[in-house]
Structures are given as C-alpha cells and as structure tokens.
T-cell receptor
C-alpha cells in the first residue's frame, strides 16, 4: 500500500538555526498537509497546500514557517529560526482529490513523523 | 479551545468484547469526521470516516456512529483484538476535509 514517507525520523537542532523537514506524499495525491504534536498534547493542524500554494494555515503557522514543493515528489516544511517551543513531532499528510477536483471528504494519510528537538 | 473532546484518556477491554470509543464536538459546522489509530513511533493511521449526511458507517470490525443533534460520535470495534491496542484519535473538519481538528486521543488496551 502506498505511504507517506518523512525524513529524517529525528532532527536535533540548535535554537535559532533553520531546519527543513522533508516529506514524500503518496504519488497521486494533490493535497498536502503539515501537523505537529507537542509531547503530551494533541495533534495540531499547521498548513494545507494545493496547486503550489497554501490553501489554509493555522495561527501556529507564522512567518518563521514556510512550505514548498520543490519538485514533483517532495513537500518540505522550513522553520527559519527555531525556538525551544518548536520541539515536537511533525507529521506530513496527503490526500487524494474527490469529486470536482477538491479534497472533499477524503481521508488524510499520515507519515510516521519527524521528531524535532531544539536545544 | 477544545472543539473536539475525547473524555476518556484510556479504556481497557477484554479480547473478543466490544470496544466503544467516544468523541464529542462543539462546532456545528463540522461536516466530516475521521478516526485514526496511532501506535508509538508511527504516524496516525486512517481507520474510518463518516460525513454529516450519514449516521453510520461500517468497515469490517469498525463501525462509526454519528449523532449530529448531540454532536457526538463513537467508534465501535467488534470483536476487539490485542492488536487494536493503540491510541485512537477522533478528528473533525468543516472545510471539505482540509483542516482537521484532532481530539486528545483515547488509549485503548485490549487484554488477552
């Protein structure tokens, strides 16, 4: 069964450094997402991406965050100047298009996550 | 701001019995709901979904019930198996399935 893959599985970075988290969504999916889960807390939506642009973002997704689809397969999340509170599991997800080409009522499939530790 | 609530942090069930996991939501605009299962060190795995036009959806051992008037949904697992032991997340969306709001999860333990 096709799956979403994320690299690296664990990233350790000094506070203030830039970090890029990488994801390879399921190949025929066109909607992409990033979520995060701080230890002991619930999974939180960050951003959704479709047709090479952000379609929705949460309050968490501020100016230090950016996403990109640099080629036909990768989807990246960049954190420009990391803070201690950015330490979390970051999950990438993708979904297929539903009727009419929109992501209507389509489940999102998640990768196994990248654990980001900011020192 | 807890739009999606799972009030039982944990649940233990005997193998072969029914597991019932509950989820409540406050946002009446939610129109699509999913259940995910999560094992340690893995991402959430999609289990089953239901849209607001239905009140029940079944897939093998998993059935999801939606009560819109009560803003409540539940996941039934029958019969429960030890491999079902995991954290179960309820998630809801009001925007055609883009921005999902997750509940805090319920840890299910199925005892042999």
């Amino acid at each position: 069964e096709p799956e979403v893959t994320q690299t690296p599985s664990h990233q350790v970075t000094q506070m203030g450094q830039e970090v890029i988290l990488r994801c390879v969504p399921i190949s025929n999916h066109l909607y992409f997402y990033w979520y995060r889960q701080i230890l002991g807390q619930k999974v939180e939506f960050l951003v959704s991406f479709y047709n090479n642009e952000i379609s929705e973002k949460s309050e968490i997704f501020d100016d230090q965050f950016s996403v990109e689809r640099p080629d036909g397969s990768n989807f990246t999340l960049k954190i420009r100047s990391t803070k201690l509170e950015d330490s979390a599991m970051y999950f990438c997800a993708s979904s297929a298009t539903g009727t009419g080409g929109v992501s209507i009522n389509q489940p999102q499939h998640f990768g196994d996550g990248t654990r980001l530790s900011i020192l | 701001d807890q739009q999606v609530k799972q009030n039982s942090p944990s649940l233990s069930v005997q193998e072969g019995r029914i597991s019932i996991l509950n989820c409540d939501y406050t946002n009446s605009m939610f129109d699509y709901f999913l259940w995910y299962k999560k094992y340690p060190a893995e991402g959430p795995t999609f289990l089953i979904s239901i849209s607001s036009i239905k009140d029940k959806n079944e897939d093998g051992r998993f059935t999801v019930f939606l009560n819109k008037s009560a803003k409540h949904l539940s996941l039934h697992i029958v019969p429960s198996q030890p491999g079902d032991s995991a954290v179960y997340f309820c998630a809801a969306s009001e925007n055609y399935g883009q921005n999902f709001v997750f509940g805090p999860g319920t840890r299910l333990s199925v005892l042999p």
